[in-house]
């Protein structure tokens, strides 16, 4: 797994982007409503096209009809946690980049990661 930072320069700020291009989507996928809030307005604030949902099943339907290059999940939640997310959307577009988020990293993940 690999893992990409990129900085403000490199991401480019509200004032200096370029709107003749499309916004970057994310999709944010965590069951704490306020986190999602949190996430949506610091990144919309930095000009990426946000799209929230509340569960990996709701995430993986978002996904499906409409892809987006950067998933941003929380490792647990519900029926569906944010590795088999990462597994269906890998299986779906290998080229999508997943950042995995959590708050409380059980030992039942580390082997996984």
């Not at 893992?3 to 965590?30: A, F, W």
Request: one cysteine or more.
């Amino acid at each position: 797994m690999r893992t990409v930072v990129l900085t403000r320069e490199e991401r480019g700020s509200i004032g200096n982007m370029d709107t003749s291009q499309k916004p970057i989507r994310i999709l944010v996928s965590d069951d704490d409503e306020s986190l999602r809030s949190v996430l949506k307005q610091v990144l919309s604030m930095d000009g990426y096209e946000v799209t929230l949902a509340a569960s990996g099943e709701e995430a993986l339907a978002a996904f499906k009809k409409d892809p987006c290059s950067l998933i941003i999940t929380d490792i647990t939640m519900g029926k569906m946690s944010g590795m088999k997310l990462l597994q269906e959307i890998k299986r779906l577009r290998p080229d999508t980049q997943v950042i995995i988020m959590t708050s409380n990293l059980g030992s039942q993940y580390i082997t996984e990661l």
